[in-house]
């Protein structure tokens, strides 16, 4: 047993401790009251910003309004999505650019050994 699951163990077992899982935070704050027991419709009471999903409309409130309220609208949802993606660094950027090419570099080595390796083969079986 590694020491990071040892000490989620007691963490879980201590009831003031912070819970580790999204589960735990929801059974948790189902426990204050301040949950939303399940809902997935509701953000159960919390303030919405980054990290929460952005409420949903009715219909009739989505049908209304004139084609640049609703193009306003939708750019402004837009940017308030935006908002919440984890944006990466530029070390993280360009160590996964790296990973990448080196991946697609060994891939096209691979397939290219292998239409080399075939075309021997061919050759040689039907001359």
């Keep these: 047993m590694s020491e990071d699951s040892?000490?989620?163990?007691?963490?879980?077992?201590?009831?003031?401790?912070r819970p580790v899982t999204a589960a735990g935070r929801r059974r948790r704050a189902d426990a204050a009251g301040n949950g939303s027991g399940g809902d997935a419709d509701?953000?159960?009471?919390?303030?919405?910003?980054?990290?929460?999903?952005?409420?949903?409309?009715?219909?009739?409130?989505a049908a209304q309004g004139s084609v640049f309220a609703r193009l306003q609208r939708f750019l402004r949802e837009v940017v308030a999505e935006l908002r919440k993606v984890h944006w990466p660094?530029?070390?993280?950027i360009v160590v996964y650019t790296f990973?990448?090419?080196v991946f697609v570099s060994f891939m096209v080595a691979?397939?290219?050994?292998?239409?080399?390796?075939?075309?021997k083969a061919v050759f040689a079986l039907f001359g």
């Design 6 to 17: 040892s000490r989620r163990r007691r963490a879980s077992d201590d009831d003031d401790a």
């Design 42 to 61: 509701t953000d159960g009471g919390r303030p919405s910003g980054k990290g929460t999903s952005t409420p949903t409309r009715d219909r009739t409130q």
């Design 89 to 92: 660094t530029r070390r993280q």
């Design 99 to 101: 990973v990448v090419l």
């Design 110 to 119: 691979l397939v290219a050994g292998l239409d080399w390796v075939f075309a």
